[in-house]
């Protein structure tokens, strides 16, 4: 009975080694998708969809915006699976444009081919 007193610690607390690795919960890196989608672009979907929905009055409008809302959502499911912040980067990039444009500049070197050469 003396010798299981003296191994026991004062505190009732496992003691872990440095190395225990725990799992970082998902909630903190997974993107907050909705539907499958973009949180933002979802909601200007439905936005249009519910305009389309109340404002006109033709069930040919209707049933064209639930059509543009099925299609749409597709569409951004698609690029969420893809990539799930596209649209993020997209509206992140916008301020510059101007400083890196999409195209190569005119005064820019000509890339070189190296020259091929067998090896026979």
């Not at 200007?44 to 929905?53: G, I, P, S, T, W």
């Given at each position: ?35 499958g ?6 909601g ?10 109340i ?13 543009v ?52």
């Open positions: 009975m003396v010798s299981t007193l003296a191994t026991m610690s004062t505190d009732s607390t496992p003691r872990r080694s440095r190395s225990t690795r725990r799992p970082l919960p998902a909630g903190l890196w997974r993107p907050l998708l909705v539907m989608a973009e949180r933002e672009l979802v200007a979907n439905a936005v249009l969809f519910l305009v389309l929905l404002g006109v009055p033709s069930l040919w409008a209707k049933l064209l915006g639930l059509l809302f099925l299609g749409g959502h597709f569409g951004i499911r698609l690029a969420s699976k893809k990539d799930s912040q596209m649209f993020r980067t997209f509206i992140r990039s916008i301020p510059y444009q101007d400083f890196y444009p999409a195209r190569p500049s005119t005064r820019a070197n000509p890339r070189t081919v190296p020259e091929f050469r067998s090896r026979l």
